[in-house]
Structure formats: structure tokens, C-alpha cells
């Protein structure tokens, strides 16, 4: 075996005893065993430091709710070094609303390294992230906001729990027919399995159905939606068996099957309510957890005057029935 055919092994991580002990065989170099020994070792530490530089990882940025999440592939070293330096930001859960919710930071040679910066968890960190992905103004300008807010609010008191029945006798003062859908209020059913969870967005959830495939509207009947406005979504979820229902007054429309509601954030994303059995409304956002409370920590009543963070758009109310909906 020739010196050029070992150093050429190295990228094959050889051990360095493997090194030293195929020089030992070698005759007549000039060169001393020992000192071979070190460059190969030198050469050794070259290649490995240069391969730990060239790690990436991938970055995704919680934003959306019907579409997919941005993601950018980075740098680990870079990425890591600003965590380490800023240890402000916390592993903890994301929180549950429409809008920017934080980071998660993938390590593709090790899952166990995933981790988690939330919204408002540390300013530099964060908004060194923004700086570092790829995303339109607009999305970028509000997620600033949304870490401004969520600073501002840390000195806030905490939530209060809803009071279900304030919201139902509020909504009853609109002297309107209370309509209810069949599906149940079971959170569980989409958030304990972390599958389940990050595989179904407010679509599947609104349509009661899990397909872990992220459904988008339209997509089961070979439809991509053109432009993110809410005419867009709308024909999708048609083509997919939903069916719009007018609502003239501030009262709930009836629905035959179950009753959703699509608002729309312009130009970027789209959200679907639903109506449960108890009378009121719950949403999954994005990869995140079901839940029956609005961006305030409201119940809500009517998705059209619920906070809907940047879901600014109220496109319609439609009426789904899972047994004939198809999805995907």
C-alpha cells in the first residue's frame, strides 16, 4: 500500500493506529514512521473539522396553517453558535395561535437534537433566524411584530379560563337558531399522537378526517391553488365536495352535514373553523394542537368575530359531510 492510497482512505475515517501500523511497513522512506504517523493524524483532524463546518441543518419557521411551513437548509455551526451564545430561548411548546408561533431546528444526524425556539423566547435569536430564511417582506415584517407582542406580553396577567356558558348566552342574545355539527370536541384525537399531529392541518381537522398528508383543498381532485385569496381556496374545497352557504345576517347559516368556516391570511395562507356539537367553534393551526380558543384566549362563537391573528379575511361559511368529502 502506497502513502497516496492511505491518505486517500482518510476520508474513510481510518483509525489512526490503522495509520501508523501500515507505515510501519514501509522501507527505505526517509521519512520517520513517527512523523507519518502525525501528518496522517494532522491531515485526519483537517478532514473531520472541515466535514463538522459543512454540517446543515434544517430550519422551519411555524407560521402557516393550511400551507406547509417555510423551511431553509443551514449551516449547523453557525446556527449552533448562536444559540449557545444567547441562552435566553427555551425548549419550550409553541404557543397555540394563528400567525407566527417560532423555530424548530432539525439535526439530520441526530433527532434526538431537535430543538424548539418559541415565539418571544429570545429577540436576538429570533430575529437573527428571520434574517437567515428566505420568506416574503410581508411574512417577515409580521413575525416581527408577533416577537414584539409576545415580549410586551410576558408582563401581562394570566389567561383566564373561558366561561363556556358567557359565550353560549352571548351568542343566544343574537335571538338567532342555535345550529350544531355532529363532530365532538376531542382535542386528544388530534394532539396526542405526534404523527397525527404534524400530519394533519386545520383542513383534515375541519373536515374531520386524517389522511396524514397534510390535505390541501382541491388536491384530491388534481387542483393547485393558483393564488392564496379566499375565491382561490373556495373553488378547491368545492372541487373536493364541500359546498358554500350563504350567511346574510349575523346568524349562523344551517348547515346539512357540519358546518366550517374559511378565512383567509392574503396573499400567504388559509384557515378552517368548525363547528362542534357543544355550539361552538375549534381549529387546528398548522402542525400544532386542536384547540376551541381564538389568538385572545377567547371561546369562540362566531369565527367572524373571533381574533384571527393575520387571518384577516373572511371568505365564507361551508358545509362538509365526511362520508362524502374527499380529501387528500
Known amino acids: 500500500m502506497t502513502c497516496f492510497k492511505v491518505v486517500i482512505m482518510l476520508k474513510s475515517y481510518i483509525t489512526l493506529q490503522a495509520y501508523c501500523n501500515c507505515v510501519s511497513g ?3 522512506d526517509k521519512m520517520s514512521n513517527n512523523h507519518l504517523c502525525l501528518l496522517f493524524f494532522i491531515i485526519l483532524l483537517k478532514n473531520v473539522n472541515t466535514q463538522k463546518e459543512n454540517e446543515t441543518v434544517i430550519v422551519e419557521l411555524n407560521v402557516f396553517s393550511g400551507r406547509a411551513n417555510p423551511v431553509a437548509k443551514m449551516l449547523k455551526h453557525p446556527i449552533h453558535r448562536l444559540l449557545v451564545s444567547n ?3 427555551t425548549r419550550s411548546a409553541f404557543p397555540n395561535v394563528l400567525g407566527y408561533r417560532g423555530f424548530t431546528i432539525y439535526d439530520l444526524e441526530n433527532a434526538t437534537e431537535t430543538k424548539f425556539v ?3 423566547a429570545d429577540i436576538s435569536v429570533e430575529n437573527q433566524l428571520l434574517e437567515w430564511t428566505a420568506i416574503p417582506k410581508n411574512i417577515e415584517l409580521h413575525c416581527r411584530e408577533e416577537i414584539r407582542r409576545a415580549l410586551l406580553s410576558k408582563r401581562a396577567h394570566p389567561n383566564q379560563v373561558p366561561d363556556v356558558t358567557s359565550t353560549l348566552r352571548q351568542n343566544q342574545t343574537k335571538k338567532c337558531e342555535q345550529f350544531t355539527s355532529d363532530t365532538k370536541y376531542e382535542p386528544s384525537l388530534w394532539n396526542t399522537n405526534r404523527l397525527i399531529r404534524r400530519w394533519n392541518n386545520c383542513y383534515n381537522y375541519g373536515n374531520d378526517r386524517r389522511t396524514n398528508t397534510f390535505a390541501q383543498p382541491g388536491k384530491a381532485n388534481n387542483y393547485r391553488i393558483p393564488t392564496m385569496d379566499g375565491p382561490s381556496v373556495q373553488l378547491g374545497a368545492e372541487l373536493d365536495g364541500l359546498k358554500p352557504l350563504a350567511a346574510p345576517t349575523s346568524c349562523l347559516p344551517e348547515p346539512d352535514g357540519n358546518l366550517v368556516a374559511l378565512v383567509v391570511w392574503p396573499g400567504n395562507d388559509y384557515h378552517f373553523y368548525r363547528l362542534d356539537e357543544n355550539g361552538l367553534f375549534s381549529h387546528k393551526p398548522g402542525r400544532t ?23 384577516t379575511v373572511f371568505q365564507c361559511f361551508m358545509d362538509t359531510e365526511p362520508d362524502l368529502v374527499v380529501i387528500r
Open 26 to 28: 514501509f522501507e527505505g
Open 118 to 120: 418559541s415565539r418571544g
Open 87 to 89: 441562552n435566553q430561548w
Open 289 to 311: 394542537e386542536a384547540k376551541n380558543l381564538d389568538n385572545s384566549g377567547s371561546l369562540i362563537s362566531d369565527p367572524r368575530t373571533a381574533d384571527r391573528g393575520p387571518y
